[in-house]
């Protein structure tokens, strides 16, 4: 069983072993899913873009399986006030940003963000690297299974102000489902719980993993719901 009870230069590793039946779709996907099947923005050719990793945590609460997300702070430069993974930025201490360096630093993030203990999480898979034009970041997308949760909560309110869970049963919801639009011609998919507009980056991996995960219901994809011009 992976443990990264040091995220700080300690072995990293990714397991299958012992995970919940439920989640062998999700591992299916991680392993047969192309990048363009993701998103169309993939990163630079030319490798240029910052390195960083999210970590898409599932766990499995009072109403089955769930998803953790946090809301960053409205006072935030980037992304401000929007649900999202937990995650950031390598730092050099992560490592080889090719090798477990994206491991390591979603963990970090994850624990510096939520107070989420490490220790508690096994890692089983990692999606293609993706893209966000707009901070210029190349994401590695890892998938953890959170066998030992730990409590959670905002660690610093200055990035963060919120941090909670989301029922898998929610998100599939087709009432939960909607369309969201930007004034800029951003269309995307957005998930309405937990009183959060979940959209752009972490809506769309969401979406895809239901997707190719089987997990998807039908839902109409007319209903829109606008953004703000500084969303």
Known sequence: MARASDTQGGAVTLSKKGLPAWLAPVVDAAQTVQPLQLSRFLPPEDGGG??????????????????????????????????SFPGGALDPQDGDPHGDGPLRAALREAEEETGLDPA???????????????????????????????????????????????????????????????????????FLVESALVWGFTAGVIDRLLH????????????????DWRS
């Open 50 to 83: 910052r390195q960083s990793a999210v970590l898409i945590l599932f766990g499995d609460g009072e109403r089955g399986p769930e998803l953790l997300l946090m809301e960053r702070a409205s006072s935030l430069r980037a992304h401000a006030g929007q649900p």
């Open 120 to 190: 508690g999480v096994q890692l089983f898979g990692v999606l293609p690297k993706l893209y966000i034009p707009v901070s210029e970041f190349v994401v590695t997308p890892v998938l953890g299974w959170w066998r030992e949760p730990s409590p959670v909560g905002v660690v610093d309110p200055n990035e963060t102000a919120r941090v909670f869970t989301v029922p898998v049963a929610d998100l599939t919801d087709p009432a939960n489902r909607a369309t969201a639009y930007h004034p800029s011609g951003h269309r995307g998919p957005a």
């Open 212 to 227: 190719y995960a089987g997990w998807e219901r039908p839902w109409d994809r007319e209903k829109l719901v606008p953004l």
